[in-house]
């Protein structure tokens, strides 16, 4: 039988690497910024609109653009984080899924370990 794991890819910290998830960083603060300036002219857009209620509009476009706006805070505290951390230091990325056998008579321990995938520059250097 084969059942269906979480496994944590991690990523070994060097210079090209911390670069590659500033820049990751750095888009996603942009593409943040262009949702928040968005929801705003679309809330002005909105309160201008006959027959709506501006707070009701104001309430729920505010909403949107606060958790926005948390998200660009803790981005950058990621970031702050990410200067801070010396290089070979593991940085968990991403979570695939794998496929695992299970067979009568297997190590119910053994099957359900810790996994995961190491990378380094780009090439897994570890699998376990």
Do not use: H, N
């Not at 056998?101 to 996994?115: A, F, H, K, L, S």
Request: some cysteine; hydrophobic content about 30%.
């Amino acid at each position: 039988m084969q059942i269906i794991r979480t496994v944590p890819v991690k990523q070994i910290l060097t210079e090209s690497s911390r670069a590659q998830i500033k820049e990751k960083f750095d888009r996603r603060c942009q593409q943040l910024d262009r949702e928040c300036s968005q929801l705003s002219f679309e809330q002005k857009k909105l309160e201008r609109k006959p027959g709506v209620s501006k707070q009701e509009v104001e309430r729920r476009f505010s909403k949107e653009i606060s958790r926005r706006k948390d998200q660009l805070r803790w981005l950058e505290y990621q970031r702050q984080q990410l200067d801070i951390l010396p290089d070979e230091s593991e940085l968990e990325t991403d979570e695939v899924q794998a496929l695992i056998e299970v067979e009568e008579g297997d190590d119910w321990e053994q099957t359900i370990q810790d996994r995961q995938i190491v990378v380094k520059d780009g090439k897994v250097i570890r699998a376990r």
